[in-house]
T-cell receptor
């Protein structure tokens, strides 16, 4: 049972464009939603995270939008740069599971110069 | 402050052998979690150790075992290796059990032939 569904599987964007990655979750007990960025040969690195008490969180060019009623959240990368080319994972966790994250399957983002 | 480190970086084993992977947690972190990341997939939770005790386990067979030492470093042991065990094994540390933010190491790439 896949508790966090992520789409698209891959994404190609031109430099300066907006990259949008979507995730949906099933477990209503989840209350922490991080996004991780992973470069080839490296471990995932926390990019930005949100709690369900807000609908949007922005850090630089990265924004999380959160829709609690739809159980969906998304990552928007504004002004995408070639250096943003990486695999992005959404995740969800909650106190019932000691905040051990359940990951989506990942989105491979390529930003063309 | 040092980050999470893992050793070795790469490893090749044959089916049926045993392997031990090592992880040093980030300074001040007493909780270590291990994940298996198959190619093209998100990390899958194996188990977590908090103050030298197992504190949660994912859907992995008993041949996956672990240890945490008094300095909070950790080992992952896998017995009777199977071809499907080929993956990137990630260690993540957090400030304490139940804390949302996990910091990942670079991983150990295991290939089972």
């Amino acid at each position: 049972q896949q508790q966090v569904k992520q789409s698209p599987q891959s994404l190609i964007v031109q430099k300066g464009g907006i990259s949008i990655i979507n995730c949906a979750y099933e477990n209503t007990a989840f209350d922490y939603f991080p996004w991780y960025q992973q470069f080839p040969g490296k471990g995932p690195a926390l990019l930005i995270a949100i709690r369900p008490d807000v609908s949007e969180k922005k850090e630089g060019r990265f924004t999380i939008s959160f829709n609690k009623s739809a159980k969906q959240f998304s990552l928007h990368i504004m002004d995408s740069q070639p250096g943003d080319s990486a695999t992005y994972f959404c995740a969800a966790s909650g106190p019932g599971g000691s905040y051990i994250p359940t990951f989506g399957r990942g989105t491979s983002l390529i930003v063309h110069p | 402050e040092t980050g999470v480190t893992q050793s070795p970086t790469h490893l090749i084993k044959t089916r049926g052998q045993q392997v031990t992977l090592r992880c040093s947690s980030q300074s001040g972190h007493n909780t270590v979690s291990w994940y298996q990341q198959a190619l093209g997939q998100g990390p899958q939770f194996i188990f977590q150790y908090y103050r030298e005790e197992e504190n949660g386990r994912g859907n992995f067979p008993p041949r996956f075992s672990g240890l945490q030492f008094p300095n909070y470093s950790s080992e992952l042991n896998v017995n009777a290796l199977e071809l499907d065990d080929s993956a990137l094994y990630l260690c993540a540390s957090s400030l304490t059990s139940g804390k949302e933010t996990q910091y990942f190491g670079p991983g150990t790439r295991l290939l089972v032939l």
